[in-house]
């Protein structure tokens, strides 16, 4: 499986982003795909996830409001739409993909992984 993550950029705070992740190698629509992030000193955390039918997604506090889930599976891509982005939003955005159809928020339960897309939240 290979991911490729893009549309980082740098965005002035209140802004908005769409990360992109697109998917090969495998049944896209099976696959549970999340978003994580990791910021300069700081673990990677969980963002959000989305089943592999796009029915169920679930977010981190810290984000639950203001971004979303998204995936077109015909396309082999999943997106996460990111609103009223704040500073402390600066950070790598990565997109994984679990093997395993069952969901999960933890960054070690993930098997494959994009290589991450720079988000800058100036303030």
């Known amino acids: 499986v290979q991911l490729q993550a893009f549309g980082g950029g740098l965005v002035q705070a209140g802004g908005s982003l769409r990360l992109s992740c697109a998917a090969s190698?495998?049944?896209?629509?099976?696959?549970?795909m999340g978003w994580f992030r990791q910021a300069p000193g700081k673990d990677r955390e969980f963002v959000g996830y989305?089943?592999?039918?796009?029915?169920?997604?679930s977010y981190a506090d810290s984000v639950k409001g203001r971004f979303i889930i998204s995936r077109n599976n015909a396309e082999n891509t999943v997106y996460l739409q990111m609103n009223s982005l704040k500073p402390e939003d600066t950070a790598v955005y990565y997109c994984?993909?679990?093997?395993?159809?069952?969901?999960?928020?933890?960054?070690?339960?993930?098997?494959?992984w994009g290589q991450g897309t720079l988000v800058t939240v100036s303030s």
């Open positions: 190698g495998r049944t896209f629509s099976r696959s549970v």
């Open positions: 994984a993909a679990r093997r395993s159809n069952v969901v999960d928020s933890s960054p070690a339960s993930y098997d494959y």
């Open positions: 989305s089943s592999g039918s796009g029915s169920r997604t």
